[in-house]
């Protein structure tokens, strides 16, 4: 599931070369309020996640400075090849391995590797579709994401 999200991800990107950066930057209704800032989200929580579960989280320091479509693509690989080095080292015992995390409230959760992994590719699919809708409001066809399609092995 991340080699497909990964290639829809590629996609986007490249479908984000053909409008303005002022269109990736417009305030919308929905996601993130605009595609950049959805997009730059996505791979955020990737990255968020994948710290939970690595002994030494790792910071990408520009985060916070992203402005433009470059900005997001620099983002995307340095997370990718975090998340890549992880699942490289996948074993079964990850799959219910356990992560305890500290909400802002105070209250903890306990989540394993394997919940974990699942939603981070189910919560990118999420914000797929919001791009696709915005896609259809400015009149542009967005991105297929139809899995069956898709060669992603």
């Known amino acids: 599931m991340f080699l497909y999200n990964w290639q829809v991800r590629e996609d986007w990107f ?6 303005s950066e002022e269109e990736l930057r417009a305030e919308r209704v929905g996601g993130m309020g605009s595609i950049l800032k959805t ?3 996505v791979i955020d929580c ?7 579960m690595l002994e030494e989280p790792y910071i990408y320091s520009e985060k916070d400075s992203i ?10 690989n340095f997370t990718k090849e975090i998340t890549e080095s992880f699942l ?13 995390i500290n909400s802002r409230n105070g209250k903890t959760y ?6 974990i992994i699942r939603h981070i ?22 991105v297929s994401s139809d899995l069956i399609f898709r060669s992603y092995s």
């Open 46 to 52: 990737e990255l968020i996640w994948m710290n939970h």
């Open 67 to 76: 402005t433009k479509l470059d900005d997001v693509i620099k983002f995307s």
């Open 88 to 100: 490289r080292n996948w074993t079964g015992d990850y799959e219910s391995k356990v992560v305890e």
């Open 14 to 19: 490249t479908w984000c070369e053909s409008i």
């Open 121 to 142: 590719f189910s919560h990118e699919i999420h914000h797929i579709g919001q791009l696709s809708i915005w896609s259809r409001e400015i009149g542009l066809k967005p």
């Open 39 to 41: 997009l730059s989200h």
């Open 110 to 115: 306990s989540f394993t590797y394997g919940k």
